[in-house]
């Protein structure tokens, strides 16, 4: 028997049209689809695939552990989520020993700040895995406000909203174009971070990009009618343009 | 008579299965194609195309003005390539007015460096310009390396090979994660910026990612085994990984 192999499929920020023709003909093809959520959720790269994938394709949820009690600097932390992401390379990689592929949903593009990675460091060795590429959240993001990211010679700088306010201020001080991602409960912290960069005014929020439920505002407008945690942040760079 | 529309279509990195579903319809049932070359050459992005875009399909290329010998300081040097933008786009614009669709061709993502943004720029307000997104090059390139490129809260930078060598190496040194872009006459200045910030040992050189003539390559090795042109440096970043 020919062992199955592991596709790791990114998903793209969320409209199934702007999926690549590879992960469209695996998912419409799929015998098997792993995806992450949280406990009693549906899960977003699930609802992403929605009506997409065969209706008798088995689906194999991975559950995260409830961790919201743990601080991140424990070392329980990380040995909770290392056992889950163990337990559930070894249920894939126990599918591929049975002749199975198995299609792994990706939000956005699996090799950037992807949980996928997790599971993919402990099975590139052992099991046969392949990686899709998908428009990222944030070229989602960028192209829903309507204004290019980068010009002639701009730095791009991508942060991640779990930074330390001091870090994120001066590292946004210091570039052309920025992207904030992993939002969620830091939006005020990002916030005072890029009013000390001076850059608060310039910088907009997209929530759900791509996706029918889109919202596009600038941050300082934005108020209450944005939830942070599907949004990215994006301020424009003002490079040269002939 | 109902005006046409101008589509920018990013391309992706030039492997058409990683073309997005809407990029796919839209190439295989154009009418007009756009293109931007250089004189003499066939061009990247048309080549990407071959076979997709209708037989009987009206081409439009768009050949660059020859600007080697003009230094890019020189205010002729911006004059030139704006005169060119005005006139690919009154061009485009005068096929809407005849109520023509164009598809614009765009090597990677049409918002990230892309010289579709000029046009664009010149063209929001006065046609209906429909933008679509597409994995960038980047992404194609750190797939192909076989690593993810960011974990946990590490920061990207993405610079490309234009800056100046002391600006290089700064923003290097201070990236967990690095993308260079433009490398191609520059790429000895960014071995040396590499060699400086203590990086250049990590670093890898993807030649024509996703593409059939893919090359992978740590760049300490790469020696004249690669053409820069169409080459992207990736650094991967080394944040959190439970």
């Known amino acids: 028997m020919t062992a199955g192999k592991i596709y790791g499929v990114g998903l793209g920020p969320g409209d199934p049209d702007l999926m690549s023709v590879r992960a469209d003909r695996l998912l419409r093809n799929a015998r098997h689809v792993a995806f992450f959520r949280k406990p009693g959720r549906s899960g977003q790269a699930r609802k992403i695939v929605n009506g997409m994938i065969p209706e008798n394709a088995v689906e194999f949820p991975m559950e995260y552990p409830v961790t919201t009690e743990i601080p991140l600097s424990d070392p329980l932390y990380n040995e909770m989520l290392s056992a889950f992401y163990e337990g559930c390379a070894a249920h894939l990689k126990s599918l591929t020993e049975q002749g199975e592929d198995v299609v792994v949903l990706c939000e956005g593009d699996p090799f950037f700040y992807g949980s996928f990675m997790h599971l993919y460091n402990r099975l590139r060795t052992k099991a046969d895995v392949e990686v899709v590429p998908a428009i990222t959240g944030m070229s989602g993001a960028w192209t829903a406000t309507g204004d290019p990211i980068t010009w002639g010679d701009d730095v791009l700088t991508v942060l991640v ?82």
């Not at 992207?179 to 910088?203: E, F």
């Not at 791509?210 to 994006?234: C, G, H, R, W």
């Open 161 to 242: 909203g779990t930074l330390p306010e001091d870090d994120l201020a001066q590292r946004m001080a210091h570039t052309d174009a920025l992207v904030v991602m992993k939002i969620g409960r830091n939006i005020d912290k990002v916030k005072r971070a890029l009013r000390t960069a001076g850059m608060y005014y310039r910088a907009w929020i997209v929530e759900f990009a791509q996706m029918p439920n889109q919202k596009v505002m600038k941050l300082s407008e934005a108020e209450d009618k944005v939830t942070p945690y599907f949004s990215i942040i994006i301020v424009h760079g003002q490079g040269r343009r002939p």
